[in-house]
């Protein structure tokens, strides 16, 4: 409950340096603002008196539509409330964790697809991991292909053809074709391909069919998880996907049009074992229990707001995304309307965990909610369906227990947002190098924490390495990560395969460091047992230098500006003695 006896518009809240009363934060405009205000306030008791206040005004008795477009109407502000009124204050993100799931290869694969068209790399991911879990249990993979019998409807005269007529080869074919309610079209394209043994034949519905590839053979492939692994086929499986949203037959807008055909290249070109490697290996985890008790793309209507999720596995609720910004309130509610859903409709089923696999960022995200009573999700619904009346509630989780999924301790565990992440003095980076004298030593320096510190003030260095004030810690980390391991090719980034792709796990190398300083044309020079074995001074920039110093087993960082100057005098006359 609030303390509405002393909070009114005259309190005043401490906000951006400045203290400002409750009174002039109600009349920000606009509402988004205002919103994203309320949400930043420290003050346990200010903000909930606010969130319910903007909740009463701006958000309550207004939902319509489907259970997502419902959510799109509740603000980030009146979380808060929400939690407090209908969750009794139990909020799932106390009870958090996050785990890396992909390789830095598939993650930029991801990302590549995703600059092209952020919709169809979507649903084509969310296809590609159900798929996977079809195949890993021998079942074949239902993708509710109606769009794709409708394309193919729609150029055919109904009811009086006999044959279904395909332009295949550049020669039509003609299958025997009846017309009633229960033709499977696709089934009869299914059968004449296996009858006459043309698998590789591309169909086309007419002549005039601007779709370059066989939708109808993608589907079958896609469908077939006994002849067909996801690896030998990803290209058929975006095919599929896409057809699932739209009509390529049907194509006017060439910019669409060529947008595809960039995914479709991207997949053509890329090592498809590297990048399907980690998505498989997550699926097997997740299944691993051959019992489990699995639903894909289940679609489930009640309290006038019916919703599609994507996976459940026994008690965890799984929703698929590849999205860049950080919508935690809005993943939540939307998770949280799910589970009413399957609460009411499939009784059987007691979600304990509610999870965001995003494939972009390459994070799984996990909130247990085993100690939240169902009650309380169907409450969140009937909020939803405009017909919430709160009542009195209380329950002690103090003693209950928290039961993450299993699978999430085969994979490292990540710093949450919220979280700082503290030096290590004792930690050891492993630098490798090309040396006769010298192999994998261990060195007694933090690589990371020492570009940020040495760099991470310097302009033109923040805003990449996120060490600005928006920045956070694991941020900071990432970014670093990224650009000791990504070439910088016409101010597009690629990852260069010849590195680890995960050293903030298994250790930088000095080709690590090497590709971080020319990738932000900073000189460098490595010296080994009083040798300067590697280097590159050709930058011209002022930017302090890149300066190790290796000897045996102890590792020392140079940063006075004399010494580089000496060195870097040496260097361009040839003599690569230290001394």
């Not at 303390?3 to 409750?22: A, F, G, P, Q, S």
């Not at 405009?29 to 003050?43: A, E, G, R, V, W």
């Not at 409708?150 to 009811?159: D, Q, V």
Request: net charge positive.
């Amino acid at each position: 409950m609030t303390n509405d006896n002393y909070i009114n518009d005259l309190t005043r809240v401490y906000l951006n340096n400045e203290y400002k009363t409750i009174g002039s934060l109600k009349s920000i405009t606009p509402i988004n603002k205002l919103s994203n205000i309320i949400n930043k306030i420290q003050d346990t008791n200010i903000k909930l008196y606010l969130s319910l206040w903007f909740y009463k005004n701006y958000d309550e008795n207004k939902f319509s539509g489907y259970l997502t477009e419902r959510i799109r109407s509740l603000s980030v502000a009146s979380y808060t409330h929400i939690i407090n009124s209908c969750f009794n204050n139990i909020d799932p993100r106390n009870y958090y964790k996050e785990v890396k799931i992909l390789n830095n290869y598939c993650k930029d694969i991801i990302i590549k697809l995703n600059s092209i068209n952020p919709q169809s790399t979507g649903i084509f991911f969310d296809h590609l991991i159900r798929r996977i879990i079809c195949e890993i249990r021998n079942k074949n993979f239902n993708n509710n292909s109606s769009i794709i019998n409708n394309c193919l409807l729609e150029n055919i005269e109904k009811h009086t053809v006999k044959y279904l007529r395909l332009y295949c080869n550049k020669h039509y074919i003609h299958i025997p074709y009846k017309v009633t309610k229960k033709t499977d079209i696709v089934q009869l394209i299914y059968n004449y391909i296996l009858e006459n043994n043309v698998y590789n034949t591309e169909f086309k519905c007419n002549n005039n069919c601007k779709f370059l590839n066989c939708q109808y053979l993608s589907n079958i492939k896609t469908t077939d998880t006994i002849n067909f692994k996801s690896i030998d086929i990803l290209k058929d499986i975006l095919i599929t996907s896409y057809c699932h949203h739209s009509n390529p037959c049907m194509w006017i807008n060439n910019e669409s049009k060529s947008k595809f055909y960039e995914m479709i290249s991207i997949l053509d070109t890329i090592d498809a074992k590297r990048f399907i490697e980690p998505l498989i290996y997550l699926c097997k985890e997740l299944v691993a229990n051959n019992e489990s008790n699995i639903l894909l793309n289940c679609n489930i209507s009640d309290y006038n707001c019916g919703a599609e999720f994507d996976l459940v596995i026994d008690d965890m609720l799984i929703d698929i995304k590849c999205t860049k910004k950080n919508n935690t309130t809005y993943e939540l509610y939307q998770l949280m309307g799910y589970t009413g859903l399957i609460t009411k409709n499939k009784p059987d089923i007691h979600i304990k965990n509610i999870c965001i696999m995003n494939l972009l960022k390459g994070v799984f995200k996990i909130y247990n909610v085993e100690n939240i009573p169902e009650k309380y999700f169907l409450d969140f619904l009937t909020i939803l369906n405009n017909n919430y009346y709160p009542d009195d509630r209380t329950v002690d989780i103090s003693n209950k227990s928290i039961s993450y999924p299993s699978f999430i301790t085969k994979y490292k565990e990540t710093i949450e947002p919220n979280e700082t992440i503290e030096p290590n003095e004792n930690k050891k980076i492993l630098l490798s190098y090309s040396s006769d004298k010298i192999n994998n030593e261990i060195l007694n320096i933090d690589v990371v924490e020492f570009i940020l510190k040495k760099y991470g003030n310097i302009k033109g260095f923040k805003k990449k390495l996120k060490t600005n004030e928006k920045g956070t810690k694991i941020e900071q980390h990432r970014a670093v990560e990224f650009y000791s391991t990504h070439i910088n090719n016409s101010n597009s980034y690629e990852l260069d395969i010849s590195l680890c792709d995960n050293p903030n796990n298994k250790g930088y190398t000095i080709n690590h460091i090497k590709l971080f300083c020319k990738n932000f044309e900073i000189n460098m020079i490595c010296i080994i047992n009083e040798e300067i074995q590697c280097y590159d001074i050709s930058n011209k920039k002022k930017t302090p230098s890149f300066v190790i110093k290796i000897i045996e087993n102890n590792t020392a960082v140079i940063s006075d500006k004399y010494i580089i100057q000496r060195l870097t005098k040496k260097i361009k006359s040839n003599d690569l003695r230290y001394k």
